[in-house]
């Protein structure tokens, strides 16, 4: 019996929402808890410490366009395209099949929460049918001694109860592969982060180039203008 009271109690913590979702405004919030009530997966994790300044990666942050086009330049792959919506939410799209919007719905210093929906067109994931999604994502971050860290939590509904079971078998995998992406783009924009800092004009002439006057606008004032 004294087992089983830990266990149930960490079931019971599981089912609780998170304390932010509190703060969401009305509508995020009962979208969030959908998300919560419907999630097919749940993951948190932390990624390395990276030595860039929090004030350059909440620029980043800020700015997905300009992300976007240094992303390209660095030729990390996919190759994202960033758009700017009416209402502030934004998409990437990386024109092979894989798109998403992100609205941030709640901000406080160091702490950010997006509402996500994604979607994977046939055969983009291997799979033959599109594969969609809403996300609730917390993502956290500070400047340590170490340098830059983050730690984020997300909570995945996919769009097809079936797919969701048939998923299931393959949780551990799926972890593994969600937890190497992130620390994979969270590490590329924190590298084009740090040398946009110490060498700013490297960036400028490419950026001329990809031709997207937006990102090149946001990046001389916050570069270069100092």
């Not at 996919?78 to 990386?94: L, Q």
């Not at 992406?181 to 040398?195: K, L, M, W």
Request: aromatic share 12%.
């Amino acid at each position: 019996m004294r087992a089983v009271i830990p266990t149930l109690l960490a079931v019971c913590l599981q089912a609780q929402p998170p304390a932010f979702v509190d703060q969401l405004p009305p509508a995020a919030r009962a979208e969030a808890l959908d998300i919560l009530h419907r999630a097919d997966f749940v993951f948190e994790t932390r990624t390395q410490p990276k030595h860039v300044r929090l004030a350059t990666m909440e620029k980043l942050f800020d700015h997905p366009r300009l992300s976007a086009a240094m992303w390209r330049h660095c030729q990390f792959v996919p190759a994202f395209y960033a758009f700017i919506h009416p209402d502030g939410a934004w998409s990437i799209d990386d024109a092979r099949g894989l798109r998403g919007t992100l609205r941030l719905v709640y901000q406080r210093p160091g702490h950010r929460v997006y509402l996500v929906e994604g979607v994977a067109e046939k055969g983009r994931l291997k799979t033959p049918f599109a594969v969609g999604a809403k996300m609730l994502t917390s993502y956290r971050y500070w400047e340590g001694k170490n340098g830059f860290e983050t730690h984020l939590q997300t909570w995945t509904a996919l769009d097809s109860a079936l797919l969701g079971v048939m998923a299931r078998p393959f949780r551990g995998y799926i972890k593994g592969r969600q937890d190497e992406f992130i620390a994979y783009i969270n590490g590329n924009v924190a590298t084009f982060g740090e040398f946009a800092d110490l060498s700013p004009r490297d960036f400028h002439a490419p950026l001329k180039r990809d031709g997207d006057a937006i990102a090149l606008r946001d990046y001389e004032t916050l570069f270069l203008r100092k």
